[in-house]
């Protein structure tokens, strides 16, 4: 017999004082509820009751035990209580984890979530590095890149890479046309791009092109690679995200207009799991919604 049932009929039993009463208030015949209570004994080796005819009473064993088991009883049903509330009401710690580039536009969102939910302490880790989000103990990942076979992924907005430079860069290179053309160009490399050296290009028509670059720099951090490409350093394969603003007041300049990078996203990452708590379903709701916004530009 299930051992914690067994538990709450001994209860019963002692606090209505024999087995009858105890059937009637549990809705349970006075058969099954003696079985119950046989199985403890059973179980422990003891007799917990002393039987007559008309009442029942605790042994000096039985007394201990039932004053063990009420307590376990109680933490149990608060524990319970507990985990309801979760499900309703978030609380505890959301551990996130995002890409330099992606943060900007997490703040406001983080803003409203705590505003929203101030039972929920954020803890946001910003950086570049390849995490293990399982291992590292992260609730959630939002990123451009992360494949793991472990994860679930949802995607919050597509999004395309852009050939920039400075316009004092074009002063002395010719502006390219086409993705052969920047073999022979200074290309400042992202560490993590998916394809390495190869950046890879789709063409109005729709067919892929790619082309391996070579330059005299590669770096881990975007923001890093953003900044030579305004100081006229070289050719940027940048994230739309990244340098809309600085396109938008040409500091940088778009090249290639007939290509386009291929297709990306972001993401929010989260284990497998089949209850997600409610902290993260709530945040990667948010996160979905306010994405949305956003993708009319990051596209």
Not at 10 to 28: I, T
Not at 189 to 195: I, M, R
Not at 217 to 242: D, I, K, W, Y
Request: net charge negative.
């Amino acid at each position: 017999m299930d051992r914690l049932t067994s538990l709450a009929v001994f209860g019963q039993v002692v606090e209505c004082g024999g087995f009858s009463a105890a059937g009637r208030r549990l809705n349970m015949s006075t058969t099954m509820v003696a079985n119950h209570v046989q199985s403890l004994e059973d179980r422990l080796g003891v007799r917990l009751l002393n039987r007559t005819t008309r009442k029942v009473s605790l042994t000096e064993t039985g007394k201990f035990y039932f004053e063990r088991s009420s307590q376990i009883l109680a933490d149990l049903e608060e524990a319970d209580q507990f985990a309801s509330a979760l499900v309703s009401t978030p609380r505890g710690t959301l551990k996130l984890y995002t890409n330099t580039a992606i943060a900007p536009f997490l703040v406001p969102l983080i803003s409203e979530y705590m505003r929203e939910y101030p039972s929920v302490m954020i803890e946001l880790d910003i950086g570049e590095r390849m995490i293990d989000m399982i291992e590292e103990g992260y609730d959630l990942v939002i990123r451009t890149t992360l494949k793991d076979s472990r994860l679930i992924a949802r995607k919050l907005t597509p999004w395309r890479h852009f050939v920039v430079c400075s316009p004092d860069y074009l002063k002395s290179h010719p502006a390219p046309e086409r993705p052969s053309d920047l073999a022979n160009h200074n290309c400042l490399q992202y560490s993590y791009y998916a394809f390495g050296p190869s950046w890879h290009f789709e063409s109005l028509a729709g067919v892929e092109e790619s082309v391996k670059v070579q330059g005299n720099l590669v770096s881990n951090s975007p923001q890093t690679l953003r900044e030579m490409a305004l100081a006229g350093h070289g050719m940027f394969l940048a994230p739309s995200f990244l340098v809309f603003d600085d396109l938008k007041a040409g500091r940088l300049v778009s090249n290639m207009p007939d290509y386009r990078g291929v297709e990306f996203s972001i993401d929010a990452l989260f284990p497998e799991r089949s209850q997600l708590p409610t902290k993260v379903r709530l945040f990667i709701d948010l996160l979905a919604e306010r994405f949305v916004e956003h993708r009319k530009w990051m596209a």
